[in-house]
Protein backbone atom coordinates (compact mmCIF):
# COMPACT_ATOMS: atom_id res chain seq x y z
CA UNK A 1 0.00 0.00 0.00
CA UNK A 2 2.27 3.13 -0.91
CA UNK A 3 0.42 5.51 1.64
CA UNK A 4 2.89 7.35 4.19
CA UNK A 5 3.26 5.54 7.36
CA UNK A 6 1.30 2.19 6.40
CA UNK A 7 3.78 -0.53 6.17
CA UNK A 8 3.08 -4.08 5.29
CA UNK A 9 4.20 -6.35 8.38
CA UNK A 10 3.90 -9.81 6.49
CA UNK A 11 1.89 -11.25 3.72
CA UNK A 12 -1.46 -10.84 6.01
CA UNK A 13 -0.96 -7.93 7.94
CA UNK A 14 -0.52 -3.85 7.12
CA UNK A 15 0.80 -2.01 10.64
CA UNK A 16 -0.83 1.92 10.40
CA UNK A 17 2.13 3.44 12.61
CA UNK A 18 1.68 5.92 15.28
CA UNK A 19 2.77 8.75 12.77
CA UNK A 20 -0.37 8.45 10.39
CA UNK A 21 -2.54 10.54 12.86
CA UNK A 22 -1.30 13.17 15.70
CA UNK A 23 -2.69 11.55 18.81
CA UNK A 24 -2.43 7.77 18.05
CA UNK A 25 -1.01 5.99 20.97
CA UNK A 26 -0.37 3.00 19.31
CA UNK A 27 -0.59 1.55 16.12
CA UNK A 28 -3.19 0.24 14.08
CA UNK A 29 -2.59 -3.94 12.88
CA UNK A 30 -4.92 -4.71 9.72
CA UNK A 31 -5.74 -8.04 8.69
CA UNK A 32 -5.46 -8.30 4.55
CA UNK A 33 -3.77 -9.75 2.17
CA UNK A 34 -3.04 -8.30 -1.32
CA UNK A 35 -5.35 -9.48 -2.70
CA UNK A 36 -8.16 -7.66 -0.77
CA UNK A 37 -5.57 -4.44 0.15
CA UNK A 38 -7.24 -2.93 -3.14
CA UNK A 39 -10.45 -2.93 -1.48
CA UNK A 40 -10.09 -1.65 1.61
CA UNK A 41 -11.23 2.30 2.47
CA UNK A 42 -9.78 4.89 3.15
CA UNK A 43 -12.23 6.38 5.83
CA UNK A 44 -12.05 2.71 7.38
CA UNK A 45 -8.42 2.85 8.01
CA UNK A 46 -9.21 6.39 9.26
CA UNK A 47 -11.60 5.05 11.76
CA UNK A 48 -9.24 2.69 12.68
CA UNK A 49 -6.43 4.79 13.18
CA UNK A 50 -9.23 7.63 15.11
CA UNK A 51 -9.44 4.61 17.36
CA UNK A 52 -5.87 4.29 18.33
CA UNK A 53 -6.11 7.58 19.94
CA UNK A 54 -8.46 6.91 22.93
CA UNK A 55 -6.46 6.45 26.61
CA UNK A 56 -5.94 3.06 27.90
CA UNK A 57 -5.40 0.93 25.46
CA UNK A 58 -4.00 -2.37 25.74
CA UNK A 59 -2.19 -3.61 22.96
CA UNK A 60 -2.72 -2.23 19.32
CA UNK A 61 -6.21 -1.61 17.66
CA UNK A 62 -7.21 -4.45 14.97
CA UNK A 63 -8.81 -4.47 12.04
CA UNK A 64 -10.22 -7.80 10.71
CA UNK A 65 -10.29 -8.62 6.39
CA UNK A 66 -13.68 -7.92 6.14
CA UNK A 67 -13.50 -4.48 7.78
CA UNK A 68 -15.82 -1.45 6.42
CA UNK A 69 -16.58 1.73 7.74
CA UNK A 70 -18.85 1.95 10.50
CA UNK A 71 -19.87 4.76 13.51
CA UNK A 72 -16.58 5.67 14.74
CA UNK A 73 -15.05 2.67 15.10
CA UNK A 74 -14.84 0.69 11.97
CA UNK A 75 -16.76 -2.47 11.35
CA UNK A 76 -14.18 -5.44 11.66
CA UNK A 77 -12.75 -3.69 14.22
CA UNK A 78 -11.20 -4.65 18.45
CA UNK A 79 -10.13 -2.58 20.33
CA UNK A 80 -9.07 -3.74 23.98
CA UNK A 81 -8.72 -0.85 26.93
CA UNK A 82 -7.35 -1.56 30.39
CA UNK A 83 -10.20 -2.56 32.95
CA UNK A 84 -8.50 0.34 35.37
CA UNK A 85 -7.01 3.41 33.36
CA UNK A 86 -8.89 2.55 29.88
CA UNK A 87 -12.14 4.11 28.27
CA UNK A 88 -15.38 2.18 27.16
CA UNK A 89 -17.27 4.06 24.03
CA UNK A 90 -20.57 2.69 22.19
CA UNK A 91 -18.83 3.61 18.91
CA UNK A 92 -16.75 0.30 19.71
CA UNK A 93 -19.90 -1.86 20.04
CA UNK A 94 -22.73 -0.43 17.56
CA UNK A 95 -26.15 0.19 17.15
CA UNK A 96 -27.16 -3.30 17.23
CA UNK A 97 -25.99 -4.68 20.23
CA UNK A 98 -24.95 -8.32 20.21
CA UNK A 99 -25.74 -8.63 16.95
CA UNK A 100 -24.67 -12.08 16.19
CA UNK A 101 -24.90 -15.74 14.52
CA UNK A 102 -26.45 -19.20 15.85
CA UNK A 103 -25.75 -22.54 13.75
CA UNK A 104 -27.89 -24.83 13.92
CA UNK A 105 -26.74 -28.72 12.97
CA UNK A 106 -30.46 -31.23 11.79
CA UNK A 107 -30.21 -34.94 11.69
CA UNK A 108 -31.64 -34.43 8.29
CA UNK A 109 -29.26 -34.41 4.90
CA UNK A 110 -30.67 -32.87 0.98
CA UNK A 111 -32.89 -36.15 0.49
CA UNK A 112 -34.53 -35.68 3.58
CA UNK A 113 -35.92 -32.83 3.08
CA UNK A 114 -37.46 -34.21 -0.06
CA UNK A 115 -40.07 -31.77 -2.26
CA UNK A 116 -40.28 -29.62 0.39
CA UNK A 117 -37.54 -26.98 0.12
CA UNK A 118 -40.44 -24.56 -1.34
CA UNK A 119 -43.18 -25.49 1.21
CA UNK A 120 -40.15 -24.94 3.78
CA UNK A 121 -38.94 -21.96 2.74
CA UNK A 122 -43.05 -20.51 2.25
CA UNK A 123 -43.41 -21.75 5.81
CA UNK A 124 -40.39 -19.77 7.41
CA UNK A 125 -41.25 -16.56 5.95
CA UNK A 126 -44.78 -16.58 7.17
CA UNK A 127 -43.91 -18.21 10.47
CA UNK A 128 -40.56 -15.87 11.44
CA UNK A 129 -41.43 -12.32 11.74
CA UNK A 130 -39.50 -10.29 10.02
CA UNK A 131 -38.71 -6.59 8.07
CA UNK A 132 -37.93 -3.41 9.77
CA UNK A 133 -39.63 -2.56 12.98
CA UNK A 134 -41.72 -5.86 12.40
CA UNK A 135 -43.21 -7.07 15.64
CA UNK A 136 -45.22 -10.11 15.98
CA UNK A 137 -43.03 -11.95 17.93
CA UNK A 138 -43.60 -12.83 21.63
CA UNK A 139 -44.95 -9.81 23.70
CA UNK A 140 -43.66 -9.19 27.40
CA UNK A 141 -45.54 -7.36 29.47
CA UNK A 142 -44.33 -4.46 31.46
CA UNK A 143 -44.05 -6.32 34.93
CA UNK A 144 -42.05 -9.33 33.30
CA UNK A 145 -40.27 -7.11 31.04
CA UNK A 146 -37.00 -7.54 33.05
CA UNK A 147 -36.67 -11.06 33.15
CA UNK A 148 -35.10 -11.67 29.48
CA UNK A 149 -32.85 -8.47 29.75
CA UNK A 150 -31.50 -10.49 32.64
CA UNK A 151 -31.39 -13.96 31.95
CA UNK A 152 -31.16 -14.23 28.22
CA UNK A 153 -31.39 -17.29 26.36
CA UNK A 154 -31.88 -18.71 29.39
CA UNK A 155 -34.93 -17.06 29.85
CA UNK A 156 -36.38 -18.00 26.31
CA UNK A 157 -35.79 -22.08 27.24
CA UNK A 158 -38.20 -21.58 30.03
CA UNK A 159 -41.05 -20.12 28.08
CA UNK A 160 -40.74 -22.95 26.17
CA UNK A 161 -38.65 -21.77 23.50
CA UNK A 162 -35.49 -24.39 23.64
CA UNK A 163 -34.14 -27.05 25.80
CA UNK A 164 -31.75 -26.64 28.35
CA UNK A 165 -28.70 -27.56 26.84
CA UNK A 166 -28.94 -24.67 24.17
CA UNK A 167 -27.60 -22.71 26.68
CA UNK A 168 -24.45 -24.84 26.71
CA UNK A 169 -23.51 -24.15 23.34
CA UNK A 170 -24.11 -20.19 23.72
CA UNK A 171 -21.20 -17.81 23.78
CA UNK A 172 -21.33 -16.62 27.84
CA UNK A 173 -24.15 -19.17 28.30
CA UNK A 174 -26.12 -16.94 26.27
CA UNK A 175 -26.20 -14.03 29.09
CA UNK A 176 -23.93 -11.50 31.10
CA UNK A 177 -23.93 -11.49 34.21
CA UNK A 178 -23.89 -7.17 34.77
CA UNK A 179 -27.25 -6.54 33.22
CA UNK A 180 -28.64 -3.48 34.66
CA UNK A 181 -32.14 -2.79 33.63
CA UNK A 182 -32.09 0.04 35.47
CA UNK A 183 -30.14 1.89 33.29
CA UNK A 184 -32.36 1.45 30.58
CA UNK A 185 -34.24 4.19 29.37
CA UNK A 186 -38.45 3.91 29.10
CA UNK A 187 -38.33 4.10 25.64
CA UNK A 188 -35.74 1.79 25.04
CA UNK A 189 -37.96 -0.83 27.10
CA UNK A 190 -40.81 0.43 24.72
CA UNK A 191 -39.34 -0.12 21.67
CA UNK A 192 -38.67 -3.63 22.71
CA UNK A 193 -41.41 -5.37 24.19
CA UNK A 194 -42.65 -6.56 21.08
CA UNK A 195 -39.35 -7.35 18.95
CA UNK A 196 -38.21 -10.65 20.74
CA UNK A 197 -38.50 -13.50 18.65
CA UNK A 198 -38.02 -11.47 15.39
CA UNK A 199 -35.68 -11.31 12.74
CA UNK A 200 -35.56 -7.56 11.68
CA UNK A 201 -34.05 -6.07 8.51
CA UNK A 202 -30.76 -5.38 6.68
CA UNK A 203 -28.20 -8.04 6.70
CA UNK A 204 -29.94 -9.96 8.85
CA UNK A 205 -31.18 -13.27 7.84
CA UNK A 206 -32.30 -16.99 8.49
CA UNK A 207 -30.86 -19.43 6.60
CA UNK A 208 -31.43 -22.88 5.88
CA UNK A 209 -27.71 -24.93 4.07
CA UNK A 210 -26.40 -27.58 3.55
CA UNK A 211 -22.71 -28.76 4.31
CA UNK A 212 -20.34 -29.20 1.04
CA UNK A 213 -16.95 -29.32 2.77
CA UNK A 214 -15.56 -30.36 5.89
CA UNK A 215 -11.93 -29.81 6.23
CA UNK A 216 -10.98 -30.77 9.79
CA UNK A 217 -12.76 -33.93 10.64
CA UNK A 218 -11.75 -33.86 14.31
CA UNK A 219 -13.20 -30.58 14.98
CA UNK A 220 -16.07 -31.42 12.87
CA UNK A 221 -17.32 -34.61 14.49
CA UNK A 222 -16.88 -32.85 17.79
CA UNK A 223 -19.70 -29.76 16.22
CA UNK A 224 -21.61 -32.31 15.62
CA UNK A 225 -21.02 -31.81 11.69
CA UNK A 226 -21.17 -34.16 8.89
CA UNK A 227 -20.82 -33.62 4.69
CA UNK A 228 -24.01 -32.85 2.91
CA UNK A 229 -26.01 -32.33 6.59
CA UNK A 230 -28.60 -29.67 6.70
CA UNK A 231 -28.02 -26.54 8.98
CA UNK A 232 -29.65 -23.32 9.85
CA UNK A 233 -27.77 -20.01 10.28
CA UNK A 234 -29.48 -17.15 12.36
CA UNK A 235 -28.41 -13.71 12.23
CA UNK A 236 -29.95 -10.85 14.31
CA UNK A 237 -28.98 -8.97 17.17
CA UNK A 238 -31.01 -6.56 19.72
CA UNK A 239 -33.57 -5.23 17.31
CA UNK A 240 -34.76 -1.60 18.30
CA UNK A 241 -34.05 -2.48 22.06
CA UNK A 242 -30.07 -2.51 21.50
CA UNK A 243 -30.39 0.47 18.98
CA UNK A 244 -32.16 2.77 21.36
CA UNK A 245 -29.51 1.37 24.45
CA UNK A 246 -26.93 2.96 21.79
CA UNK A 247 -28.60 6.05 21.04
CA UNK A 248 -28.93 6.68 24.41
CA UNK A 249 -25.82 7.14 25.87
CA UNK A 250 -24.19 7.98 22.59
CA UNK A 251 -25.38 11.37 23.92
CA UNK A 252 -24.13 10.64 27.71
CA UNK A 253 -20.83 9.82 26.57
CA UNK A 254 -20.21 12.90 24.48
CA UNK A 255 -20.92 14.95 27.61
CA UNK A 256 -19.00 12.65 29.68
CA UNK A 257 -16.15 12.89 27.34
CA UNK A 258 -15.91 16.64 28.01
CA UNK A 259 -16.27 16.43 31.41
CA UNK A 260 -13.50 13.49 31.81
CA UNK A 261 -10.89 15.58 29.09
CA UNK A 262 -11.04 12.88 26.78
CA UNK A 263 -9.89 14.59 23.51
CA UNK A 264 -11.87 12.68 20.86
CA UNK A 265 -10.22 12.36 16.86
CA UNK A 266 -13.92 12.46 16.10
CA UNK A 267 -17.67 12.73 18.10
CA UNK A 268 -18.62 9.38 17.19
CA UNK A 269 -15.97 7.78 19.12
CA UNK A 270 -17.78 9.61 22.40
CA UNK A 271 -16.56 7.49 25.52
CA UNK A 272 -16.26 7.59 29.43
CA UNK A 273 -13.59 5.98 31.38
CA UNK A 274 -14.95 2.52 31.86
CA UNK A 275 -14.35 2.62 35.83
CA UNK A 276 -17.11 5.78 35.64
CA UNK A 277 -20.30 5.91 36.80
CA UNK A 278 -21.35 7.02 33.19
CA UNK A 279 -18.98 3.93 31.12
CA UNK A 280 -20.77 1.34 34.00
CA UNK A 281 -23.99 2.60 33.22
CA UNK A 282 -23.71 1.94 29.84
CA UNK A 283 -21.99 -0.94 29.99
CA UNK A 284 -24.66 -2.54 32.14
CA UNK A 285 -27.44 -1.27 29.69
CA UNK A 286 -25.42 -3.16 26.75
CA UNK A 287 -25.47 -5.84 28.76
CA UNK A 288 -28.83 -6.13 29.02
CA UNK A 289 -28.88 -5.36 25.26
CA UNK A 290 -26.95 -8.60 24.89
CA UNK A 291 -29.14 -10.85 27.14
CA UNK A 292 -32.02 -9.46 24.96
CA UNK A 293 -30.11 -10.27 21.88
CA UNK A 294 -29.29 -14.18 22.91
CA UNK A 295 -33.27 -14.20 24.31
CA UNK A 296 -34.32 -13.10 20.74
CA UNK A 297 -32.04 -15.47 18.87
CA UNK A 298 -33.25 -18.29 21.41
CA UNK A 299 -36.58 -17.56 20.64
CA UNK A 300 -36.45 -17.65 16.83
CA UNK A 301 -34.55 -21.10 17.66
CA UNK A 302 -37.72 -22.52 19.10
CA UNK A 303 -39.86 -21.02 16.49
CA UNK A 304 -37.39 -22.63 13.68
CA UNK A 305 -37.55 -26.10 15.45
CA UNK A 306 -41.30 -25.85 15.13
CA UNK A 307 -41.87 -24.66 11.44
CA UNK A 308 -39.49 -27.77 10.52
CA UNK A 309 -41.18 -30.15 12.40
CA UNK A 310 -44.58 -29.07 10.64
CA UNK A 311 -43.52 -28.73 7.26
CA UNK A 312 -41.38 -32.22 7.84
CA UNK A 313 -44.16 -33.84 9.68
CA UNK A 314 -41.75 -35.42 12.39
CA UNK A 315 -40.86 -34.87 15.64
CA UNK A 316 -38.28 -33.09 17.55
CA UNK A 317 -35.93 -36.40 18.49
CA UNK A 318 -36.10 -36.94 14.48
CA UNK A 319 -34.82 -33.80 13.39
CA UNK A 320 -32.39 -33.79 15.89
CA UNK A 321 -31.59 -30.25 15.39
CA UNK A 322 -28.90 -29.60 17.99
CA UNK A 323 -27.54 -25.44 19.00
CA UNK A 324 -23.79 -25.54 17.42
CA UNK A 325 -22.75 -22.10 18.92
CA UNK A 326 -24.29 -19.03 19.31
CA UNK A 327 -21.59 -16.07 19.07
CA UNK A 328 -21.90 -12.00 19.36
CA UNK A 329 -20.08 -9.95 16.84
CA UNK A 330 -21.18 -6.52 18.73
CA UNK A 331 -19.83 -6.32 22.34
CA UNK A 332 -17.67 -4.94 24.64
CA UNK A 333 -16.61 -7.62 27.11
CA UNK A 334 -14.54 -7.97 30.51
CA UNK A 335 -11.83 -10.98 29.70
CA UNK A 336 -8.30 -11.36 30.78
CA UNK A 337 -5.78 -11.90 28.29
CA UNK A 338 -1.95 -12.21 28.68
CA UNK A 339 -0.19 -8.52 27.23
CA UNK A 340 3.63 -8.46 28.24
CA UNK A 341 3.98 -11.71 29.75
CA UNK A 342 1.31 -10.82 32.75
CA UNK A 343 -2.18 -11.72 32.84
CA UNK A 344 -4.40 -8.71 32.83
CA UNK A 345 -8.11 -7.56 32.81
CA UNK A 346 -8.95 -5.38 29.81
CA UNK A 347 -12.58 -4.58 28.25
CA UNK A 348 -12.26 -5.79 24.73
CA UNK A 349 -14.47 -4.01 22.23
CA UNK A 350 -15.40 -6.24 18.85
CA UNK A 351 -17.52 -4.08 16.61
CA UNK A 352 -18.41 -6.62 13.49
CA UNK A 353 -15.51 -9.22 15.08
CA UNK A 354 -16.12 -12.20 16.43
CA UNK A 355 -14.62 -14.12 19.52
CA UNK A 356 -11.90 -17.25 18.62
CA UNK A 357 -11.16 -18.35 22.15
CA UNK A 358 -8.39 -21.22 21.32
CA UNK A 359 -8.40 -24.64 22.53
CA UNK A 360 -8.30 -25.36 26.33
CA UNK A 361 -9.97 -22.06 26.97
CA UNK A 362 -12.05 -22.17 30.34
CA UNK A 363 -15.21 -20.67 28.91
CA UNK A 364 -15.56 -23.61 25.78
CA UNK A 365 -18.14 -25.97 26.58
CA UNK A 366 -16.69 -29.34 27.69
CA UNK A 367 -17.25 -30.37 24.36
CA UNK A 368 -15.00 -28.12 22.27
CA UNK A 369 -11.99 -27.93 25.20
CA UNK A 370 -10.23 -29.78 22.51
CA UNK A 371 -10.64 -28.07 19.56
CA UNK A 372 -11.39 -24.38 20.24
CA UNK A 373 -14.32 -22.11 20.17
CA UNK A 374 -16.30 -22.39 16.59
CA UNK A 375 -16.42 -19.24 14.46
CA UNK A 376 -19.73 -19.05 12.30
CA UNK A 377 -18.50 -16.48 9.44
CA UNK A 378 -21.53 -15.63 7.23
CA UNK A 379 -20.65 -15.04 3.67
CA UNK A 380 -23.68 -13.58 0.78
CA UNK A 381 -26.90 -14.98 -0.17
CA UNK A 382 -25.67 -16.39 -3.58
CA UNK A 383 -22.08 -17.90 -2.23
CA UNK A 384 -21.43 -19.60 0.34
CA UNK A 385 -20.56 -19.52 4.63
CA UNK A 386 -18.24 -20.92 6.79
CA UNK A 387 -17.18 -22.71 10.43
CA UNK A 388 -14.04 -22.04 11.55
CA UNK A 389 -12.59 -22.58 14.82
CA UNK A 390 -10.38 -20.41 17.61
CA UNK A 391 -6.76 -21.08 18.46
CA UNK A 392 -3.66 -20.20 20.20
CA UNK A 393 -2.89 -17.62 18.00
CA UNK A 394 -5.73 -15.94 18.13
CA UNK A 395 -4.95 -14.99 21.85
CA UNK A 396 -1.74 -14.30 21.83
CA UNK A 397 -2.13 -11.84 18.40
CA UNK A 398 -5.99 -10.68 18.71
CA UNK A 399 -7.48 -10.51 22.60
CA UNK A 400 -9.43 -13.81 20.66
CA UNK A 401 -11.20 -12.14 17.98
CA UNK A 402 -11.43 -12.97 13.99
CA UNK A 403 -13.91 -11.41 11.33
CA UNK A 404 -17.28 -11.97 11.42
CA UNK A 405 -18.71 -12.08 7.74
CA UNK A 406 -17.48 -11.43 4.11
CA UNK A 407 -18.11 -7.16 4.79
CA UNK A 408 -19.53 -5.15 2.62
CA UNK A 409 -18.27 -3.68 -0.81
CA UNK A 410 -20.83 -1.67 -1.47
CA UNK A 411 -22.95 1.15 0.48
CA UNK A 412 -26.42 0.16 0.59
CA UNK A 413 -27.81 3.12 -1.57
CA UNK A 414 -24.89 1.92 -4.09
CA UNK A 415 -26.20 -1.83 -4.15
CA UNK A 416 -29.78 -0.75 -4.85
CA UNK A 417 -28.58 1.63 -7.79
CA UNK A 418 -26.77 -1.40 -8.95
CA UNK A 419 -29.62 -3.91 -8.96
CA UNK A 420 -31.82 -1.71 -10.48
CA UNK A 421 -33.66 -3.62 -13.88
CA UNK A 422 -32.36 -7.11 -12.38
CA UNK A 423 -34.38 -10.20 -10.73
CA UNK A 424 -32.43 -10.61 -7.98
CA UNK A 425 -34.84 -13.37 -6.53
CA UNK A 426 -34.80 -15.04 -10.00
CA UNK A 427 -30.87 -14.93 -10.19
CA UNK A 428 -30.45 -16.38 -7.16
CA UNK A 429 -33.67 -19.42 -7.83
CA UNK A 430 -30.99 -19.69 -10.77
CA UNK A 431 -28.67 -21.20 -8.50
CA UNK A 432 -30.79 -23.18 -6.67
CA UNK A 433 -31.74 -20.50 -3.83
CA UNK A 434 -34.96 -20.26 -2.35
CA UNK A 435 -35.61 -16.69 -2.04
CA UNK A 436 -38.16 -14.72 0.39
CA UNK A 437 -38.05 -11.38 1.32
CA UNK A 438 -40.39 -8.51 2.90
CA UNK A 439 -38.88 -6.06 -0.11
CA UNK A 440 -37.26 -6.00 -3.65
CA UNK A 441 -35.10 -2.96 -2.10
CA UNK A 442 -33.63 -5.48 0.97
CA UNK A 443 -32.69 -7.75 -1.59
CA UNK A 444 -30.87 -5.09 -3.64
CA UNK A 445 -29.15 -3.75 -1.01
CA UNK A 446 -27.86 -7.17 0.16
CA UNK A 447 -27.63 -8.60 -3.40
CA UNK A 448 -24.00 -10.73 -3.23
CA UNK A 449 -21.98 -8.56 -5.15
CA UNK A 450 -22.50 -5.95 -2.31
CA UNK A 451 -20.47 -8.13 0.00
CA UNK A 452 -16.54 -9.30 -0.77
CA UNK A 453 -15.52 -12.51 -1.40
CA UNK A 454 -16.09 -14.56 2.11
CA UNK A 455 -13.30 -17.02 0.75
CA UNK A 456 -10.70 -14.44 0.61
CA UNK A 457 -11.78 -13.28 3.80
CA UNK A 458 -11.72 -16.40 5.28
CA UNK A 459 -8.49 -17.08 3.67
CA UNK A 460 -6.92 -14.25 5.55
CA UNK A 461 -7.35 -15.31 9.05
CA UNK A 462 -6.79 -18.47 8.43
CA UNK A 463 -2.79 -18.14 6.60
CA UNK A 464 -2.92 -15.84 9.90
CA UNK A 465 -3.45 -18.40 11.68
CA UNK A 466 -5.92 -16.45 14.10
CA UNK A 467 -8.77 -19.42 13.14
CA UNK A 468 -9.16 -22.38 10.80
CA UNK A 469 -11.70 -24.16 8.35
CA UNK A 470 -13.32 -26.60 9.76
CA UNK A 471 -16.52 -26.31 7.29
CA UNK A 472 -18.02 -24.82 4.03
CA UNK A 473 -21.98 -24.31 3.55
CA UNK A 474 -23.96 -22.90 0.41
CA UNK A 475 -27.11 -21.55 0.98
CA UNK A 476 -30.66 -23.83 -0.13
CA UNK A 477 -33.20 -21.21 1.61
CA UNK A 478 -33.02 -17.14 2.54
CA UNK A 479 -35.68 -15.77 4.36
CA UNK A 480 -34.65 -11.46 4.85
CA UNK A 481 -36.68 -8.42 6.25
Given at each position: MNVPN???????????????KQGMNRSAIIYADAALEGFLEAGALDQAANAATLPGLAGNVLAMPDIHTGYGFPIGGVAAFDAQSGVISPGGVGYDINCGVR????????????????????????????????????????????????????????????????IIYAE?????????????????????????????????????????????????????????????????GSRGFGHQVCTDFIEVMRSAARRYGIALADPQLAAAPFRSTEGQDYFGAMQAAANYAWANRQALTGLT??????????????????LVYDVAHNI?????HELGGKKVKVIVHRKGATRAFGPGHPELPPAYAAVGQPVIIPGDMGRCSYLLAGTAQAMRQTFGSSCHGAGRLMS????IRRARGRDIAGELAAKGVWVR????????????????DVDAVVRVVTEAGIARRVARFRPLIVIKG
Open positions: IIRLDPCRLEILPSYLLATGLDLAGLGENLEPLANALRSDIPAGLGAGGGIRVGKREQEAPLIKGAAWAVENGLGRPEDSGGAMSGANPHAVSARALERGRGQLGTLGSGNHFLEVQEVTDIYDEAAARAFGLFKGQITVMLHTRDTFCKVLGMGERALAMNAKLEERHEASSGRETLAEEMPEAYK
